[in-house]
């Protein structure tokens, strides 16, 4: 079935990049997503690639996409404080329902 | 401004009793998504639906009802079928035939005491 894998939790220095990797099993997903969620909140659309595409840059922020691993990473360069959040990754899967399945979410701790 | 509102934001419910939660969008979206979200279990999908009048279940339906009578409104009612309420939920909504983006609402935090 359709699953979305993630580490739970990654801690850096402000000032530092920060890498946060994900998994997923469903290869004919058009779409994989990263999506944001600051404490007490809903989730914000950090970014989001298209599956015919190896790499996204967008400012600080930076997806690589291995279709062939199955494996997708967030860089945010010059983590910031104001990153610290819970970061998600997302998969549309093989429906076009706008069912999306997320991994469990990344905790990202930014030490001043 | 356009967006997702979810009311209430914090909700206490006593065991057997049944629980609205509303979600409004005036973003013209068509289709529209109530998730519940544990710790380090990610969100998982009670309900959808796509246009008015039509809904489907998700992964988590049981106990748990929706309806969608206008396209702007889509509230999640937790009955007292649901063995264990006490989550957060987040409402979504997603203009069809896009790049699939979800818009969230804040979420509702529900604690059954």
């Known amino acids: 079935g359709e699953d979305v894998e993630q580490s739970l939790f990654l801690s850096v220095r402000e000032g530092d990049s920060s890498v946060i990797n994900c998994t997923y099993t469903?290869?004919?997903?058009?779409?994989l997503y990263w999506y944001k969620q600051e404490p007490g909140a809903g989730l914000q659309l950090l970014t989001y690639?298209?599956?015919?595409?190896d790499m996204k840059q967008d400012q600080r922020l930076t997806v690589l996409l291995n279709k062939k691993d199955k494996h997708l990473s967030l860089r945010i360069a010059d983590t910031q404080t104001g990153d610290s959040a819970i970061y998600f990754c997302?998969?549309?899967?093989?429906?076009?329902?706008?069912?999306?399945?997320f991994g469990q979410g990344t905790t990202l701790q930014v030490k001043p | 401004d356009g967006g997702i509102t979810q009311s209430p934001k914090y909700l206490f419910r006593k065991e057997g009793q049944n629980v609205t939660l509303s979600c409004e969008q005036n973003?013209?979206?068509?289709?529209m998504y109530w998730y519940r979200q544990d710790p380090g279990q990610g969100l998982r999908l009670i309900y959808y639906?796509?246009?008015?009048?039509?809904?489907q279940k998700g992964d988590i339906a049981e106990g748990y009802s929706v309806s969608r009578e206008k396209k702007e409104s889509f509230p999640l009612t937790v009955t007292s079928a649901q063995k264990n309420p006490t989550a957060f939920y987040l409402c979504a909504s997603m203009k069809v035939r896009f790049t699939g983006e979800l818009f969230f609402g804040e979420g509702s935090r529900l604690t059954v005491l």
């Open positions: 690639i298209f599956s015919n595409m």
């Open positions: 973003l013209n979206h068509d289709a």
């Open positions: 639906s796509q246009i008015v009048n039509d809904f």
């Open positions: 997302a998969e549309n899967g093989s429906s076009n329902t706008g069912k999306l399945i």
């Open positions: 469903d290869s004919s997903s058009t779409y």
